[in-house]
């Protein structure tokens, strides 16, 4: 029986959008819906960063494209993924809160988002933590999203892939305005489950 869904798919197909969707109708329907996404952020057409965006619409850094000099922020360790340097204290002090409510739930019914588990949020080890003690011990059900595998594997994606509890769908541009009603009425079935 599936607790969790997570959708996967390349970049750009429309991941986030799907679960914004998937949010509305369960708000909808009653549910309590809570967690963040990612948004990228454009400035003059191109892509400069991703801000982390809390369902209650908090926002905070998640990356930036490097500014030429590359200079490290008061000695700190500079994660980066491609031409992003990400911003762990801005996304922990947003993302890790939500956490810490997420198991609260008093018997209602709740959907946590987590989109995404990605290169970027994964250099957070209390980002990792709160993950897995979520999927694990949680009476919420999650909707997240996940990279398609490529390169070396990310350990948490595969292990959030590799779980008995967690039922996947991979969005492409040809099902992504299709999959909406399946990934709802899993999550639906996910909800009565753990009730």
Do not use: W
């Not at 801000?51 to 500079?78: F, I, K, M, N, Q």
């Not at 739930?105 to 970027?120: L, T």
Request: aromatic share 6%; net charge positive; with cysteine.
């Amino acid at each position: 029986m599936f607790k969790h869904v997570f959708l996967t798919g390349p970049p750009g197909v429309g991941k986030t959008t799907l679960v914004q969707k998937a949010c509305e109708a369960l708000v909808l329907s009653g549910v309590t819906v809570e967690g963040f996404y990612t948004e990228e952020v454009r400035e003059g057409g191109r892509r400069v960063g991703f801000d982390v965006v809390t369902l209650t619409g908090e926002r905070g850094h998640l990356s930036r494209v490097r500014d030429g000099a590359g200079v490290s922020h008061h000695g700190r360790r500079e994660y980066t993924v491609g031409q992003y340097v990400v911003d762990l204290p801005s996304f922990e002090n947003l993302a890790l809160p939500l956490f810490r409510h997420a198991g609260s739930a008093d018997g209602s019914r709740k959907v946590f988002v987590i989109d995404e588990i990605g290169k970027m949020e994964l250099f957070s080890q209390s980002f990792i933590r709160a993950v897995r003690q979520t999927l694990d011990g949680s009476s919420c059900t999650i909707l997240g999203t996940i990279p398609v595998p490529k390169g070396k594997p990310l350990g948490l994606v595969e292990e959030v892939r590799g779980r008995s509890d967690v039922k996947v769908f991979t969005v492409s541009k040809e099902n992504r305005s299709a999959i909406l009603q399946d990934v709802l009425t899993t999550l639906q079935e996910c909800l009565k489950a753990s009730n």
